[in-house]
């Protein structure tokens, strides 16, 4: 007597299938484990620590080694806010924008010769930018202001004639000496961002039939701006600074107002204080709208914003306090 086989739907042998259950039944399962909260321990800083200890005591020794000066520092403060040096810090301002304006309106005027394909305006370009660039700001300046030692008349035929003495007052002194070399050094940061961009841009605005001139103003430039204005913004926070050598020109600036003041009252060192007080005030301001026209101009170009001054400021407090799961 033979045994029958029994198959499965399939064909194959019964047990064979994939619903096959293995003999003495089917498996059991083991038993379930509870999860253990994990026990996360931060991270010790110690060297963060210990160069905060350093600097702060720095800092300390710092502090008290000016408090040990024989300053009069209530000089400082009377006159911080004096009407003279009120006067003075509004000119810095004055002569530092319009000195970065006309330079921002050279330095794109010659970068864009320079990049010409014209080898009379490129060597002209590069001319201005090796004398302007290879000369010291200082020099330029008393040159400018002893014009008239070499030309009595500034005569431009049927357009403009007059002595030099009465063009070349301090103002447009300290204008032509700051415009003039802040130019060639904006040159060579508009003729980096224009090459920045690809040339592609430029080469689909020629197929489109837009002019040479067109496609610098609509396409290249405004791609150029991303690259072009974090070294503007250095270089006109160092425009304010610099504008302090217009003093040699008798330009009355804070520092020349804080030096006269110094000079009749017997506190030169305190009216430095003063004028380096309003120069950090400046530069702070400044920086922080340099800060924010680069956010700006980034917003096509990253994925996401660098956080703002106040955001960072959070973050780091939020730093110093620690969650209750990392407490417990």
Excluded: C
């Amino acid at each position: 007597m033979t045994d029958k086989i029994s198959k499965d739907p399939a064909g194959g042998p019964a047990g064979s299938g994939p619903s096959a259950t293995p003999p003495g039944g089917p498996a059991k399962l083991p038993a379930a484990v509870p999860y253990q909260a994990i026990k996360a321990v931060p991270v010790r800083h110690y060297g963060r620590w210990i160069s905060g200890v350093v600097v702060v005591a720095l800092l300390g020794w710092l502090v008290y080694a000016f408090s040990q000066g024989n300053i009069i520092w209530d000089t400082v403060w009377d006159k911080l806010f004096d009407a003279s040096i009120i006067d003075g810090l509004a000119n810095t301002v004055l002569i530092s924008i319009a000195s970065m304006a006309l330079g921002l309106v050279l330095g794109i005027v010659f970068a864009v010769m320079r990049l010409s394909k014209n080898p009379v305006t490129g060597a002209v370009a590069w001319l201005y930018i090796w004398f302007f660039r290879g000369t010291p700001v200082y020099v330029q300046l008393l040159v400018w202001f002893n014009l008239a030692l070499i030309f009595e008349y500034i005569n431009l035929g049927p357009i403009y004639k007059n002595e030099t003495v009465d063009v070349m007052q301090p103002f447009m002194v300290a204008l032509l000496g700051l415009g003039l070399n802040e130019g060639a050094y904006m040159a060579e940061i508009v003729r980096a961002g224009i090459q920045s961009v690809d040339e592609g841009q430029t080469e689909a605005a020629h197929a489109l039939g837009m002019s040479q001139t067109k496609t610098m103003r609509r396409i290249v430039l405004p791609q150029a701006m991303r690259v072009i204005v974090p070294p503007t913004g250095n270089e006109f926070i160092n425009m304010l600074k610099t504008s302090s050598l217009v003093s040699a020109v008798q330009y009355t600036e804070v520092l020349r107002a804080s030096s006269n003041i110094g000079s009749t009252a017997g506190a030169v060192m305190e009216m430095l204080f003063v004028a380096s007080i309003w120069y950090l005030a400046l530069t702070s301001v400044f920086s922080v709208g340099q800060y924010y026209l680069e956010r700006r101009f980034a917003r096509g170009s990253s994925r996401s914003l660098p956080p703002t001054p106040w955001q960072r400021v959070r973050t780091n407090l939020a730093t110093f306090k620690r969650s209750p799961e990392a407490t417990a």
